[in-house]
C-alpha cells in the first residue's frame, strides 16, 4: 500500500473515530431521539461529513476500499472490523437489498450517490435502527452510498431462501 493511500485510509478512520462519542451517548432504542442528537452534533452539511464522502469517494476509485457484488444494484463491504466497539460497513445500493435484523441496532450514514435516492423514505442523512429491528434496504430514485456502524458487528442476514419467498 502506498504511503498516500495508507494516509487517506488514516484520514477515513480518524474521521469517523470523531463520531463514536455521539454514538456511545445515543439510544438507539429511540431512533428519532438518536437521529435528532446525530443531527445536532454531526450536521449532514458540516465539513466533517463532506470529508467523510470525500474519502469514501477516493477509496472506491481508488480501489483502497472494496466492495462486494452481492447481487445486481447491491455491493457491500466492511471497511473497518473494530472501530470502538462498532464495525463499519460499507454499502451501494440502487434497488432492492437483503433482509436482515439488527440485534443491537445500527446507525447509518446514507449519501446520495446517483439521482436523488431514498432508501425506506430516508434520505441522505442519518438513519437509526433500534435493537431487534428488522428491514429490507430498499432504494428507490437513484443509488446510495450507506456507512453502517454496528455495535459489536452485529447483524442476521435473512436467509437466501426467505430473500427469494420476499421477491
Not at 442528537?37 to 470525500?54: A, G, K, M, N, T
Amino acid at each position: 500500500m502506498t504511503k498516500e493511500l495508507s494516509t487517506a485510509r488514516e484520514a477515513l478512520e480518524e474521521r469517523l473515530r470523531r463520531l463514536l462519542a455521539t454514538f456511545d451517548s445515543v439510544d438507539l432504542a429511540a431512533p428519532d431521539a438518536a437521529v435528532a442528537v446525530l443531527d445536532e452534533r454531526h450536521p449532514f452539511d458540516s465539513d466533517d461529513i463532506h470529508s467523510i464522502r470525500e474519502l469514501l469517494a477516493d477509496g472506491l476509485d481508488d480501489d483502497w476500499i472494496v466492495l462486494n457484488e452481492l447481487h445486481p444494484g447491491v455491493s457491500q463491504g466492511r471497511i473497518i472490523r473494530e472501530l470502538g466497539g462498532y464495525s463499519v460497513t460499507a454499502l451501494l445500493i440502487r434497488g432492492t437489498g437483503r433482509g436482515h435484523t439488527h440485534p443491537e441496532g445500527e446507525i447509518g450514514l446514507g449519501f446520495d450517490w446517483a439521482g436523488s435516492p431514498h432508501m425506506n423514505g430516508h434520505g441522505p442523512g442519518w438513519v437509526v435502527f433500534p435493537p431487534g429491528s428488522h428491514h429490507i434496504p430498499e432504494v428507490v430514485d437513484g443509488q446510495m452510498l450507506f456507512l453502517f456502524f454496528r455495535p459489536h458487528g452485529q447483524v442476521v442476514w435473512d436467509s437466501i431462501s426467505e430473500r427469494r419467498r420476499q421477491e
